[in-house]
């Protein structure tokens, strides 16, 4: 199944935590904690501080992670992409794009959907827009 839950962390005894962790490649800070950006299944994710991995090469899943907030649950998580996620609306700009960034995906890109005209969050990119 691979990694569950076993981000490294990184600057805990730094006086400067925030700016130890901008120096390390590889690492975000978020929440007051420098962990590995790469997050992997059942690990809080978000938008650029919290990328779940797909890397296929070195991926140990069987299928792809995505960044996904479940109904009930407080935050983000890397959950096995599928195609029963809840399709979410979201909103890029003023001018619609066929795909675009959007705040409201968690890193996921924003798609247009061009049988009713609206943009959703496309589950199946990486979290890394």
């Known amino acids: 199944m691979g990694k569950v839950g076993t981000a490294e962390i990184a600057c805990e005894d730094h006086w400067w935590k925030a700016g130890c962790c901008f120096a390390r490649a590889g690492?975000?800070?978020?929440?007051?904690?420098?962990?590995?950006?790469?997050?992997?299944?059942?690990?809080?994710?978000?938008?650029?501080?919290?990328?779940?991995?797909?890397?296929?090469?070195?991926?140990?899943?069987?299928?792809?992670?995505?960044?996904?907030?479940?109904?009930?649950?407080?935050?983000?998580?890397?959950?096995?992409?599928?195609?029963?996620?809840?399709?979410?609306?979201?909103?890029?700009?003023?001018?619609?794009?066929?795909?675009?960034?959007s705040n409201d995906c968690n890193g996921h890109a924003c798609s247009l959907n061009t049988a009713d005209g609206n943009q959703y969050c496309d589950w199946g990119t990486g979290n890394d827009w």
């Open 27 to 101: 690492f975000s800070f978020n929440d007051g904690v420098c962990s590995e950006t790469a997050k992997h299944l059942g690990e809080k994710c978000g938008d650029e501080w919290g990328v779940c991995k797909n890397n296929r090469i070195e991926a140990p899943y069987e299928h792809d992670l995505s960044c996904y907030q479940k109904i009930g649950t407080p935050e983000p998580r890397c959950y096995p992409s599928s195609n029963d996620m809840e399709q979410k609306q979201c909103t890029c700009s003023p001018i619609p794009f066929v795909v675009c960034y």
